[in-house]
Every structure is written in structure tokens, then in C-alpha cells.
């Protein structure tokens, strides 16, 4: 196998470019960076996987656990040169190995069509880390589906997908949405929608959480306005028992989706 | 009121230089930035805020919010320039405000005199993002303390203290423990120990919580070693019902706290 090795060939230029949301639009491809998101990838999307890049050294260090399963899947496996993988990636050091993967985004009537028990909207969350940790809190709890709302940051951007340490491929990811009308359609299918909000009245340990039902999530510095709270079915608050003013956006939706998977494991 | 307009003075290079751990140890200060950390302490921590600094524009603004309870508290309030400002500080742009405040820890035999019933202990962890969420979090769920062992991050470091989103000044931090020794300690106190590790056979809802209990966090990459976990009275698991490896730490942690104030506010 010859290493690529020119960092400023075209090719590096066509995958360092996937760190600007015009070319992943423009292309449909995202950049998977590091051993977890791209094992995660192979593992569980390999469908998707459209190129694997790694050294020399990564490729002996990560053979059992990445680069032979995508022999196998039948993957492309380049190897690159250290600086080659550099000038690839947004991370400074990506541990010798990345995957451009293809955007795969399921859609509402598809998740709906399911029958799901617990998801989790993103209305305007723009914090990447914030993002990428609910993703993988969501995916965690067993949450049916992410859905993500038109205004929210790009879940494929490389900040996002490190955050999701992974679980961007594990679990169905629905983004561009409007948030009226999803609130209308998981209304219709019968999915209770819990604004989760520190202007809830109702507490976190008292809603009931063994009917299917989806947290709304706002914006980490506002959170929701007013008339998206008033058209969801509760506005829940997480309890502050001290003196905190609050929890950031990831730790309270994963508090809120732990709540619900412990609620409708007991429930049956 | 004179600002201070000379970026290079020795008081800017003396207030930078708590960006070092050195710096901190030998002085016992440490700065607090932005207005989030610089309220709190203000309103929580007067006695021990040394000196804040304030741009022209963020006096104004934070006039009711900070600046005059800072002066009715009898602080010294000084205006900068917004050059001196940023050469004070780590973040680039702490909006303006910051303080410095003296290292004020508390001693496990205070803490533990006062009949806690719920604390967290942190060995070994190095990350500055996830220690300071873990400060919030367990300030969020009502803990009475965070203890921090010897060979973990500094918790007065810039990033932990952002980090913290002024939690920081609201309860008692132990710093500098031997964990064994404080293993032994909280068993005398009658605390019991529960370790949180992905290495734990006993599921964190099968766990009894309403009795005074400490979480021991480990290390955020490799968790906490075997000597240790065969210390503690139960070694728990937060469950994954997903396909996510893990948590991070800070929402492992958040998730086990919340866990533990439910239990405890059901119970009594």
C-alpha cells in the first residue's frame, strides 16, 4: 500500500474541507475523527463509511479493532502519512486515523412509524459540545431518536460528532426540522412532549414518565420562548436542591433522559 | 475613579500569573472570570474576594448585579481598561469582570462534623472541564461538600473554575486528600462509599441511596483502579440501555447525584 503523502494534494483539500457546513451540505459527507468515532462508524454504519485514513502506526494499533472489521466490510483503507491526517482533520491530533463518512439523516414519519418511547428535540441549540453530549446521553438512556431542529448547529460538524464520542452511529438522527410542526406531528402520533425548562413549574420527580413522550430541549443560554413552552404538554424543571443556578443543557437532558429510561424500565 | 490602562504593569502581571498552579499554591489567590463566578462570589464568598476589576462598560452594566453589592460588601472595586482586562485573564473575554479571590478549602473533619449525607470525592481526575461540572452538578443536587484528592486537577485552575459557573463559592471543597485515608475516614463517619465505574456489577437504580453515602469518580479515560474499588462498599454502574461505551464523567456524576438527592428527599 502507498501512503499518501502530500498535504496539499487535492484530495487532502476535498477532506479538510468537510470541517465547513456549505461543503457538507454541498456533498453529503461529514468527517469522522479519532479511533472511537471511526470503530463506532465501521461497527455500526459501514454502509456509510466512504473512506478510512489512517497511518502507518495507527493502522497496527487499531488492525483487530477498526482496520480489519473494514477490510472486511469491504471499506477503502488508505494510508496517509502523519501530516497528511493533520491537514485533513479539525483536531489537532486524531490519533493517526478518520473516516469520511455520508450524512445519513432518517426522517420523522420513519421514527414516528416506530412506535418510540423516548426521544429528544433540540430546538436552537447552537454549543457543539452541548450537542454532540445530548446525542450521546441520548443514545446512553436508549432514547428512540434525535430529532434536531432547522435553527440548531450542524450535528455533523467535527466538534458535534467528538462530543457524541460515538453515538452519532448508533442511533437515528433527524435534522432541518421545524419544531412547530414537529410538536404537531408527535402530537398526532401520541408522543406527550415535556418542555424541559427552568421556568417549569412541575418537577422533574413528579411528571410521569412511562408514557412515551419527547424532552424539548432550548437554547443553552435562553432556553425556549414562551410560546413554545405554552405548546408542549408540560414544562418540566430539573430540581436545583443547592445553590447552583442551573445545569448546563447536556447535563440536564441526560438527568432528564435517565429519569425516563428508569421510569419505563420499572413501568414495564 | 482612575482605570488602570497599562496592560504591562505589575499588578496585571501579578493577577496573570494566577494562571499557574505555582503561582496559586504560593499565594493562595486565584482569579475569577467573567460575571457568573464574579457574582456568586461576591454574594457568597465576600470575605475572601481580594480585589475586582471591572471595565467602564461592565460597571455599568453589572451595576445592581455585582458593583454595588460588591462596594456595600466593602470590596475593592477597580476599573480597567479593556486591554488590562484581557491581560489579566485566561479567557480571552470574560465580559468584562473578574476577581481575585483567596483559595478557601475546607477540612474533611469539618465537613464531615457537620453530618453530611451526601458527598462526591474525586481521584485522579485530570480533566479541568469535566471537575468543574462535577462542582456544579453536585451543587445543583444539594451534596454538602466535593472532595478532591491530591493527584487531581487544581480546582482554583481557570478552566475548572469557568467550568464550575460559580458553584465553585457555594460549597465546601476539600482539596489535597489521600484517598485512602479518606476512605477511612468517611467509614468512621459513617459514610458509606460507592464507587461509580463502568466496572461495577450493581446497577445505580438497584442501589440503596437514602442512607449517607460518598460517589468515588476516577479517572476519566481508565476509571479507578481495582485497589481502590475493592475499598469501597459497593462498586455501581450507571446502566447503559443504549449503545453508547459510556458517560463522560461529569454525567455519570450528575446522574448518580441527582439519583442520590431523589432517594434522599423521598426518603425524608
Sequence with gaps: MTALTNPRSDRVKSVRALSRR???????????????????????????????????????????????????????????????????????????????????????????????RLLVLLSNVRDPGNAGTVVRGADAAGADAVLVSENSVDVFAPKVVRSTAGSLFHLPLVIGLDVETTLEALRRAGVRVLAADGAGTLLLPDVDLGVPHAWLMGNEAWGLPEELRERCDEVVRVPIYGQAESLNLAMAATVCLYASAGAQRRDG
Design 22 to 116: 456549505s461543503v457538507r451540505v454541498g456533498t453529503g459527507r461529514f468527517l469522522a475523527e479519532g479511533p472511537q468515532a471511526v470503530r463506532e462508524a465501521v461497527r455500526h454504519a459501514a454502509a456509510d463509511v466512504v473512506d478510512v485514513y489512517t497511518t502507518a502506526e495507527a493502522a497496527r494499533r487499531f488492525a483487530a479493532d477498526i482496520i480489519e472489521p473494514a477490510r472486511e466490510a469491504g471499506l477503502f483503507v488508505h494510508e496517509v502519512s502523519e501530516q497528511v491526517l493533520a491537514a485533513m482533520c479539525d483536531t489537532g491530533s486524531p490519533q493517526g486515523i478518520a473516516a469520511v463518512c455520508r450524512v445519513v439523516a432518517s426522517s420523522l414519519e420513519t421514527v414516528l412509524a416506530r412506535g418510540p
